[in-house]
């Protein structure tokens, strides 16, 4: 796992805690816990940024209420709204156009989950055009 020089939570514009959920995230997908597999739907294992319980939102949400009872502009997570930033985390923007066949994978999830932490942009474009 790489060195972490992450941003803070202000610098992020989330709470600490919600912080620590995307590390947590991050931390599921680098050791390949979540994967692209729809047999680990029930276990909760299943990661695709076409299912909004399943993308990097849908685990934040499972680390920080594991109910499922959770919204990312949760006031009790020190955010009232969502960043852009963080908006184009969770929604990268050509998700939104894929097909089946070129779904997100698990490792250009982690990079950028680990972009958005350490830089504060997701760069998705990058991050799709590497693969």
Partial sequence: ML???FLTANELQMSEKMLEA?????????REELTN???????LTYFSME???????GHVGRVLEPSG?????????GADSVSAARFDLY?????????????????QAAHALR???TTGKAQWAKVLAEA
């Fill in 69 to 77: 009872r959770f919204s990312p502009c949760d006031p009790r997570y």
């Fill in 22 to 30: 995307h590390i947590t995230v991050l931390g599921m997908l680098e």
């Fill in 91 to 107: 929604y990268p923007k050509r998700a939104q156009v894929f097909d089946g066949s070129e779904a997100i994978t698990v490792p």
């Fill in 3 to 5: 060195q972490r020089n």
């Fill in 37 to 43: 597999d729809r047999k680990g739907y029930y276990a």
């Fill in 51 to 57: 299912n909004w319980s399943a993308c990097i939102w």
């Fill in 115 to 117: 972009n958005f932490l």
